[in-house]
């Protein structure tokens, strides 16, 4: 199993987005070095998305002119729509990660749109970057649960799941927005969105809201994702449970699974704990609290 | 699998024996009732150790005195030598819960025995209760790793059941009293210990020092544990590793597994803030925090 497993770092991205503080360009870069001698192979650096709506994001053309090259290193940006992806193909990311939405009511207050609009979107987007001949993958946000809707059925996951590999996406990822899955629900989820896309790869992006984020990444890896995205000192908090930690930590799915992801612990916590105190944030790691 | 699990609430004992705080006896009562109110049917709710050594402990007689009795609910007082199980049984206590220990320094500093001798004095003790007709568990503490000798060997500990085994306790428990074990070292030695004290049940007592307490309880019950000890409010710290959280959450294990044990999920989040309130401690538990 280990052999075959992925971690993606959004430590850069999702964990920089709903924190407060605005980390300068410099500190996005060293933070993107620090997560590649750590053993990171592929990690989410940007996104390209409106810098009035999300300043954290202002300076992605920068940060992607700045990143730390290697052969063996995958860099990802992130977009919402057509114009995103033109932005993204106006840089030398590697790779697009799109999102679309599994409820109507969170698609309509966070991006203006229903849950088809923005699966619309994103088979379109899809399409844009596969032209262009650049890597592109897609995930359904909100997947397991909805802050307006609470649980969200499978089956809607499944049948968004179906409509974007028709697109041709390289991995479709189900991710909990905000942290409401139990292991189980993940476990099933996984199960049904893979037999749906097969062969295509599935990853899942989950957060630690309620403290089960290493509990489903394992459930996860278990019913067969690939790749799981992990954000080193669990940052990224939630905009819907203030206070709360972020993603689940890089360095807690490390030290659950050390032989999987080739990710060197002691710098993953040495880095958790340089990030916090560059974002003057109360540390929610406890791997890094604990070894730090 | 549901049906047959429990939980055994440990934050009257365990979970405040680590607290700096000192809890009235009348707090503590409340707490028991308040556990017992949210589903709780096996509770441990004092030690009778030295009340010099552990002053928070010194009011076991009155605590039980005052416990809400009902038919279906097991109480469980801690004793670790021959002196404590006689003073249980002064006491109209349910059940005795002995411990030893896995590893040598570990027992020399603790208690000043070797692992040893902590499971001679464990087996007269399991003998005494027996003789007087009291129910009588066993923990094997420091099962997974030992702050200072490091990962303790499986071997050792299954050595240690067998020996626990033979002198007739209900239960043996696996003890990772430091919150270092990995889900899929917690699976292991719930298998190798499972297979040598058969027919005996094996408990799983976790602490979520490394944010493992969840990942740790669903690993040991896949493994075929039949029962978690876990602690509302996450309570109980860690000698080791100030300022981390204690005992795996009972109301995390309660979110992971709904139907499991019975247990009555905003009940434990409200009682879990009343008593993170009471012993003025920064709340640790996610589940809390996040649905409080």
């Excluded at 041709?168 to 905000?178: C, H, L, N, Q, S």
Aim: aromatic share 4%.
């Amino acid at each position: 199993m280990s052999a075959s497993l992925e971690l993606v770092e959004v430590s850069p991205r999702d964990g920089l987005q709903n924190e407060r503080a605005i980390l300068p360009t410099a500190d996005k870069v060293e933070l993107i070095a620090r997560a590649v001698a750590a053993g990171a192979r592929r990690i989410e650096v940007a996104s390209f998305v409106n810098p009035a709506r999300v300043p954290q994001m202002a300076d992605a053309e920068a940060v992607i002119a700045a990143l730390p090259r290697r052969a063996d290193t995958i860099f990802i940006g992130l977009a919402l729509n057509a114009r995103g992806v033109l932005r993204a193909l106006d840089t030398a990311i590697d790779e697009i990660g799109l999102v679309c939405v599994a409820s109507d009511t969170f698609g309509a207050r966070n991006q203006k749109q229903s849950s088809d609009q923005s699966v619309d979107m994103a088979c379109e987007s899809i399409r844009l970057a596969r032209e262009a001949g650049r890597r592109v993958q897609v995930t359904i946000a909100v997947a397991f649960g909805c802050p307006f809707e609470g649980a969200v059925d499978p089956a809607r996951v499944v049948a968004i799941a179906r409509r974007l590999a028709a697109a041709g996406p390289r991995e479709i990822a189900v991710a909990d927005t905000i942290g409401v899955a139990r292991p189980d629900e993940v476990a099933r989820l996984v199960r049904l969105v893979r037999e749906a896309v097969a062969p295509l790869p599935v990853r899942v992006h989950l957060h630690d809201t309620r403290g089960m984020g290493v509990a489903n990444g394992l459930a996860a890896i278990e019913a067969g994702a690939r790749t799981v995205d992990a954000a080193i000192g669990g940052t990224g908090g939630c905009p819907f449970a203030p206070g709360a930690a972020g993603n689940t930590a890089t360095e807690a799915m490390a030290y659950a699974l050390p032989e999987a992801f080739g990710l060197d612990l002691p710098r993953l916590v040495e880095t958790a704990r340089w990030l916090d105190a560059r974002l003057g944030r109360t540390p929610t790691s406890a791997v890094a609290r604990s070894l730090g």
